[in-house]
């Protein structure tokens, strides 16, 4: 009996503790981040361009880059992610072989390291359908698309944090009570309609959701963009999206690797970390607020 | 064969379905008349809710269903493969055990099917709406909250929308499966009348497993036992005389 209890308090003075380990890592990583950075963070900071080698100057490009690359990331990616849920969840039959065939893609698609995914954008969105673009409009005559740029970048993005989107549209749908398709099928609705006005409508919580997810996602990953669009530094901003774009994550990767004084970059890479945590932080509340406006309209 | 007077609205031949293995309806036949409403009783799993889905093709749904035999509705064979299913279920309507209101206003439920039919006018559509939250004899209590949600109200007035929202598309059959099995007395009183207030119109068939309920509201009765349609006829006949020894078994209270 002595030994079972000194086993249990064992057990759980240890669970206590790697708790409190996580907690204390995480204000740690904020702590540090947030003092290295304070002294450099200021509105100048974040609307001006880099200057002086980069060692100086704000990051207000980078900020814009991220923002346009999330963008055009959800537009893709979210629709795609939505119309695949719906399909295997509302269209496909259980059994049926396209739809298993689909679950293990999307599967598999979710444990290929983003650096392949970055590859892949090269050699698939760049090279490929870029150099082949050219071919087309100009002959081959102007270099515009088989270039890295914002678009490529863009949409190898999406295809990474596709997975996040599909499953998790995919559950919100399941929730989406039997009783609502039954009764809009038995008043005459059509597959396509009950699915466009109570499926979709019942489950743009969990799509609003799904985006969330792939933005915070999206957000923090530097690999694929490494090689389809992200610019060490540009004069302006990008205008169409043929064109390169700085972004902030590639921005502290290339000030701590690549910067020609890493040491004098040191307070912009703490404070780019600040922004980049806070930015996503940002979207997160807004979708959060997002989420429980369409919660307040469908009870009330 | 079993029949009732008059020239039948449904009429259903040999109908017989199986899930999977399972078979769940043995070689039905039932006619059904208009402007009366028709009660379908019997214990649970005795086939009556899975015949009432054959009428408007609502076991479509379910994986794995075999139907032989046929259901003519206004002389069409509803299982022939001209037929579009989706017109079927504008004529015939179904309300369900259980009420199922869209998370929408009231407005919004009512309007859903004429809307899904086309119709955008919105005077068109207020004309519906009202006419049919009339008809389903909840148009006192709404009226000042149209544009409320629908899951505010009770489970009865939520039952009773539910019954607006499938005359709203003009069927000429309603299907009722349980239709005030979740309710209390009183809702379930207003439930039964207006079933009767409506059969001057509508063809109704309902499903229940409270006897009195199908004493009190119909005018034919049919008993199902073990996927078979054991006897039909008019009500007051079925509650006082039966033919078959189940039947009276079951009415009386020894089974089921």
Redesign the interface.
Known sequence: MMHGKLLGRIVVALTAVSALLIVAVVIFVMATIVIGGKDTISWEFLTSAPSEGMTEGGIFPAIIGTALLVIIMSMAGVPIGTVTALYLSEYASRKSRIARAIRFAVNTLAGVPAIVFGLFGLGFFVQFVGTGMDQALTGGAELRWGQPNILWASLTMALLTLPVVIVSVEEAIKTVPQDLRAASLALGATKWQTVWKIVIPNSLTGILTGGILAVSRGAGEVAPILFTGAAYFLPHLPSAVSDQFMELGYHIYIMSTQSTNVDATRGIQFATTLVLLLLTFLLNFSAIFLRSRVRARQIT | MTTTNGVPKIITRNLSLWYGQKQALRSVNLEVRPNHVTALIGPSGCGKSTYLRTL?R?ND?I?NVRIEGSVVIDDVDIYDRAVDV?????RV??I?Q?S????KSIYENVA??PK??GIRDKSRLDEIVESTLRRAAIWDEVKDDLK??A??LSGGQQQRL?IA??LA?DPGVLLMDEPASALDPIATAKIEELIYELKSNYTIVIVTHNMQQAARASDYTGFFYMGELVEVGETKKMFTSPEKKQTEEYITGRFG
């Open positions: 408007n609502m749904l994986d989706v017109e079927l279920r504008k309507g179904m369900f259980k199922n209101p869209f998370p859903y099917g899904i039919n409320k949600s899951l505010a539910c929202r499938a598309v």
